[in-house]
């Protein structure tokens, strides 16, 4: 169960449809950056996904929401979509 810091910020990014990121084609690493920038507060380096186990490439619990609202906001006629190409979202 994500704490509620992770929840917090679930929430801030789904109800502002990530509009604070700049328009065009963006790379995951950018999105990582603009999200930390915008809510670091939230963003805590220290508190990794409980899912990832023991495995030495698994990232802080904060990456792994944003990567969730990106998947949840992504469709065709939507503001966000994924370009097909691994760590690239196009924002309309």
Request: net charge positive.
């Amino acid at each position: 169960m994500a704490r509620p810091m992770e929840q917090k910020l679930y929430r801030e990014l789904i109800d502002s449809g990530l509009s604070f990121i700049d328009r065009g084609i963006r790379s995951t690493e950018e999105i990582y950056e603009t999200v930390r920038k915008r809510f670091p507060h939230l963003c805590d380096d220290e508190h990794f996904c409980d899912h990832y186990g023991e495995r030495t490439s698994h990232q802080p619990e904060w990456k792994h929401i944003t990567r969730s609202v990106l998947n949840g906001l992504k469709s065709t006629n939507g503001p966000v979509k994924y370009t097909g190409n691994r760590g690239f979202w196009l924002f309309n």
